[in-house]
């Protein structure tokens, strides 16, 4: 008898032993099907909403996230069927035709920066721009130097001397910036780079960063696509410089 008791005691505790493995197996094919799911809407094959991007988040923001979008869905119906100016012809893929103008939960920036120092290594903020869920352009400003700028990266940037040198003050616009992104989810590409001149942070559950997205990384062989590459790819559009709605 307590020969049979040891014996499955030893079967029990191999059993507890194996759960964890099973518990990782499900958890990296759910985390599979969830990146899945996500591109195959990014490319038009599926119709139904894409899960967040990031398995790091709780699931008590994707139920908020739903009732949000909901909200904002409705809002920009009305604002839709209230304006009844005409769609240009010259319509900007990236933006939303009739589309709410104003602040929604979902931002997007981008920032552009020119080099200060020996040979323009260094970096600082020259210019940020914020669009909507809708693509609607809600903020676009040039930032006034805070350094001898060394290198204006014109051929990247598209900052000119003549952009900047009357810009707004660095700590007005930090500032404004920071008023419209709090609480709100931020969309971008390698962010951690507009944060660094920006002199701001952002909480991690609350950034969707185009530029470590596996998924993303997986269309160009494990590498991290340039935006300019990853716009032509998934939405068939060549990204300008000159427009805050082309921009970000």
Known sequence: ?????QVADKNWKELLLKQPELKNTKEK??????????????????????????????DIYLENDIKKDKEEA?????????????????????????SFTGLTRIIAM????????????????????????????IYDKYVKPTEPVTDYRTFVSGIRPSDIENGEDFKVVQKEVYDILKNRTLVGHALRNDFQVLYLEHPRRMIRDT??????????????????????RLLGVEIGRASCRERV
């Open 211 to 232: 530029s470590v997205y596996k998924p993303f990384k997986r269309m160009f062989n494990g590498n991290t696509p340039s935006l300019r590459r990853l716009t032509e």
């Open 1 to 5: 008898m307590p020969k049979a008791k």
């Open 29 to 58: 094919s759910r985390k599979r099907k969830t990146e899945l799911e996500v591109i195959e809407d990014v490319m038009g094959k599926r119709t139904e909403k894409a899960t967040v991007w990031f398995d790091d988040v709780d």
């Open 74 to 98: 409705e809002m920009d119906r009305t604002h839709s069927n209230n304006n009844n100016n005409n769609i240009n012809d010259n319509v900007n893929p990236l933006v939303k035709q009739k």
């Open 110 to 137: 981008d920032c552009e920066m020119v080099g200060v120092g020996e040979g323009g290594s260094e970096s600082i903020l020259a210019r940020v721009s914020l669009v909507n869920r809708f693509g609607q352009c």
